[in-house]
């Protein structure tokens, strides 16, 4: 079993912000395999379902970003998996180009409140995550505005192709493992 999370925010004047794109990249994964992730629990949004021959629960916190952890830590807990093997996490990052995408078997949170918060609750770094470009703080231009601004028409067209990188990314990590992700999807750009 898997635990798939995507980090955001909850409510409309979030909708489609960079900061979503973890949300909105759950969304396209769970419309994918016809999950529906409307279940309110561990003080978040959840779905079960299968990708492939691997059950997954999907995962949005409703804590707010910089509280993700406290939502991660009670589905992890509650179904007692490996983090380290188990979960899988999606979220936005300003230190990649719009669209793009890395993935990584563990890491520190690099400035995101949200993998912070996580790391936190958790008590380790060593988590699978896809990380998904929104791009770089513009100068002049505070972070946190930018983050919860919305894409461009051009940077929309460019996340969401980059969104179905990363659904693909969590499916080959399901199928052949982290590694396997790492080495078809960080050089595909």
């Known amino acids: 079993m898997y635990i798939i999370v995507g980090l955001g925010n909850p409510g409309k004047e979030y909708e489609h912000t960079r900061h979503n794109t973890g949300f909105d990249t759950l969304d396209?994964?769970?419309?994918?395999?016809?999950?529906s992730v409307k279940e309110l629990k561990f003080k978040g949004m959840v779905g079960k379902g299968m990708i492939g021959t691997e059950k997954v629960v999907l995962v949005k916190p409703l804590t707010f970003m910089n509280a993700s952890g406290d939502c991660v830590r009670a589905v992890?807990?509650?179904?007692?998996i490996d983090v380290e093997h188990?979960?899988?996490?999606?979220y936005d990052?300003?230190?990649?180009?719009?669209?793009r995408i890395r993935v990584r078997p563990k890491g520190s949170a690099g400035g995101h409140n949200g993998v912070k918060s996580m790391i936190a609750q958790l008590g380790t770094e060593v988590f699978p995550r896809v990380r998904v470009g929104v791009g770089g703080v513009p100068d002049g231009r505070d972070q946190i505005n930018h983050v919860l601004g919305r894409f461009s028409k051009e940077d929309r067209a460019a996340v969401e192709k980059g969104m179905e990188r990363a659904v693909k990314a969590v499916e080959i990590i399901l199928k052949s493992g982290v590694d396997e992700?790492?080495?078809c999807c960080n050089a595909a750009e």
């Open 86 to 90: 188990e979960l899988v996490v999606v």
């Open 181 to 183: 992700a790492m080495n």
């Open 28 to 35: 396209m994964l769970a419309e994918k395999y016809g999950i």
């Open 76 to 80: 992890t807990d509650f179904y007692k």
């Open 93 to 99: 990052d300003i230190a990649l180009p719009v669209g």
